[in-house]
């Protein structure tokens, strides 16, 4: 299952220690190994549930392309790791381990934003693109696997849980009055893109975002399409016994 969290910050290096903290109450998602990356403007924390090269497979995952660097946090599964695989080693893909967050890492340095459209699964992660002093983040087209967020001030928060984000001092755990009536109306639900509480907001499906120091944007990468049937209702029915 895993989980992943991480704090970026433009004006003050991240506390490590804290990033920690709020891993560490994810534990139970990724109990085989934990790990923490972090500098000046990013730290970022894995917990692994090692189900593929648990030798090699531990993150933050990083890899160097053309003299620039590239960490990732991954929770999720591919389906169609090999053929990516086999798509990017042309372009320059040096792979290292037999995981699928690697798959994901070298999806985004060759494809840069556009690499969620090229994945086939279930997954939330977050690169950081260091040269660049750019994070691009991205959820499964249909939401399988949870990423939610907030901002403290100059501070942007992620994580795979909420109780996560609710670890750091700053974040409010203010219930408002839309927060209360998705409690009572809609639990264990929530409307797309909230939480219950007031300022902890998720990536929605099929969404991707990008934090540049000038601010978070986010996206639409796929939309599910509604097409007119063309064939013949009764005769569809018929052979489906219907």
Request: charged fraction near 25%.
């Amino acid at each position: 299952m895993c989980s992943i969290c991480g704090m970026i910050d433009y004006k003050n290096r991240p506390d490590i220690r804290l990033i920690s903290r709020m891993g560490m109450t994810m534990k139970n998602r990724g109990p085989d190994a934990t790990e923490v990356y972090g500098d000046e403007l990013t730290a970022l924390h894995h917990n692994r549930l090692s189900v593929m090269d648990p030798e090699n497979g531990r993150q933050p995952m990083s890899a160097t392309f053309e003299g620039k660097e590239y960490i990732i946090v991954y929770n999720g599964e591919i389906y169609n790791s090999p053929e990516l695989r086999r798509e990017l080693e042309p372009y320059g893909a040096k792979f290292k381990t037999e995981c699928d967050t690697e798959t994901v890492l070298w999806s985004y340095i060759i494809f840069g934003d556009e690499c969620p459209k090229k994945l086939n699964g279930i997954f939330a992660f977050c690169v950081y693109d260091k040269s660049r002093r750019k994070i691009f983040m991205a959820r499964d087209r249909l939401g399988v696997k949870p990423f939610f967020y907030t901002v403290c001030g100059d501070t942007f928060l992620f994580a795979s849980e909420i109780k996560a984000l609710l670890a750091h001092p700053s974040v409010s755990r203010i219930v408002d009055r839309m927060g209360l009536w998705q409690l009572v109306f809609l639990a264990p639900v929530t409307l797309p893109g909230s939480s219950v509480f007031r300022d902890v907001k998720e990536l929605r499906p099929a969404e991707c975002a990008e934090l540049t120091a000038d601010g978070l944007t986010v996206r639409s990468y796929w939309q599910l399409e509604a097409k007119p049937w063309t064939g013949d209702a009764q005769s569809a029915a018929r052979e489906t016994g219907e």
